[in-house]
């Protein structure tokens, strides 16, 4: 009897390797990338029945990652695995079409849990939120996430920018011109409400959408 298959995205090639050691003994792991772009070419390519991905990734991130799957008719369906705790990053991962929902920091029993009822067609939510989650439907409204109002480009900006990166090097990065990398920033900030780089860096720690 074959295996289910499993695409694993994460940025960071050790927790990546550490997690096919975690589910290579029930499932076949396909493949392991490091963006969302490379995430999304594995999945056309590979078919596989579930993909593991981390919601911090460059290029485009797990989210977007999966509403790209979704547009695409790719059947895989989409595990997140994440640092983010906060029920808005849930709530857009559902959105965009993951059955799944797994922080980091969960045993990794729950991982293997998820990817197991996945592969069933039923959904995961790490019990730590899923409480929460069902509360923030039953009230409505949109999920209270500040940075929810930005493109996918202005989210890949606002990541460049907090790693560190100059206007010329984040639009060497994506493909565009310097002062389009420059009227991004600016216009994340606005969004923000946010007046500095440093203010912006600051922010993307507390989102966790870099690591210290």
Do not use: W
Request: aromatic share 4%.
């Amino acid at each position: 009897m074959s295996r289910h298959r499993v695409l694993i995205a994460d940025d960071h090639r050790i927790f990546a390797e550490g997690l096919r050691g975690l589910l290579e003994p029930e499932f076949e792991v396909v493949g392991l990338v490091a963006d969302g772009k490379e995430l999304v070419e594995a999945a056309a390519a590979h078919r596989p029945d579930v993909v593991v991905a981390d919601v911090t990734m460059p290029l485009l991130n797990g989210i977007e990652a999966a509403a790209r799957l979704r547009e695409l008719g790719v059947t895989a369906r989409v595990v997140v695995l994440t640092q983010h705790r906060d029920v808005a990053y849930a709530r857009r991962a559902m959105e965009a079409g993951a059955v799944g929902y797994v922080l980091k920091n969960a045993a990794a029993s729950e991982l293997v849990a998820a990817v197991r009822e996945a592969v069933q067609g039923r959904t995961y939510v790490t019990p730590l939120i899923a409480g929460e989650l069902l509360q923030s439907y039953r009230e409505g409204g949109p999920p209270d996430d500040p940075d929810h109002q930005l493109t996918a480009r202005q989210r890949d900006v606002l990541k460049l920018v907090a790693e560190g990166c100059s206007a010329k090097e984040i639009a060497a990065k994506l493909g565009i011109s310097v002062r389009t990398a420059e009227a991004h920033k600016a216009n994340v900030l606005e969004a923000l409400g946010l007046t500095s780089t440093a203010e912006l860096v600051q922010y993307a720690i507390r989102r966790g959408i870099i690591s210290v």
